[in-house]
Structure formats: C-alpha cells, structure tokens
C-alpha cells in the first residue's frame, strides 16, 4: 500500500518543519544555559570576593543610577538567593533541552524512515 504523491509530501513538510523547529529551540536554550552558567560564574566570584574580605568593610550595591552601602551578610543572603534561582532556571533549561534534543532525533529518525521506506 503506497502513500500518495500530496500525502507524502505534506508527511515530509511536517516532519521536516517540526525537525527545523526543535533544531532552532535546542540552539536558542544552548544559548540561554550559556549565560545562565556566565551568571553563575560572577555571582560565586562575586560572593568569594566578599567572604574575603573583613566583617567591617563598608559594601555598595547599585540601585539604578546611585549606590547604597548595605552590611555584607545583606549581600551574601541575596547573591545566595539568586544562585538557587539561577539553579532552578538552568535545571529547566536541561528539562527542554532534553525533550528538544528528543524531539529533533524523532524527528530526523521518522525522516530517514519515510524516505527509506519510498512512500510504500
């Protein structure tokens, strides 16, 4: 039993569109962990920096165009608080990138399969 010519073709159209799709998604979420792990990154040197330093050093934070001297522990609490976050986001991050990665493999493997196959 073949696939008409039309059938086929649609068949291709979708298989290959939803491939393109996860394929562009998977590149875009690669991109999103690299700077989630870029923002990590800064926020354990910045946070290594700060328990180097003594208790009674006087610390600022930019708060839009001025800065504001807040006490370390201060600091520390939401550099900490931001790195579960970044956590949380980067473990998401894997979750779609794992069923883009599945989805883009499916779809490639269908492709073969129905051009194996010669539409039969």
């Keep these: 039993m073949s696939i008409p010519n039309e059938a086929l073709q649609k068949l291709l159209q979708e ?40 208790s009674e050093t006087k610390v600022y934070e930019g708060v839009g165009k001025m800065f504001v001297c807040t006490p370390i522990p201060d600091v520390q609490k939401r550099l900490t608080a ?12 894997d979750k779609k990138e794992d069923y883009l ?3 883009f493999e499916n779809s490639k493997n269908s492709l073969e399969q129905v051009l194996r196959s010669g539409g039969r």
């Design 15 to 54: 298989i290959g569109q939803k491939k393109a799709f996860a394929e562009q998604q998977l590149l875009i979420v690669k991109q999103q962990k690299a700077v989630k792990t870029r923002e990590s990154r800064v926020l354990q040197l910045t946070s290594n920096e700060l328990e180097s330093l003594p």
């Design 82 to 93: 931001e790195g579960e976050a970044l956590k949380a986001e980067m473990t998401n991050l």
């Design 101 to 103: 990665e599945k989805t």
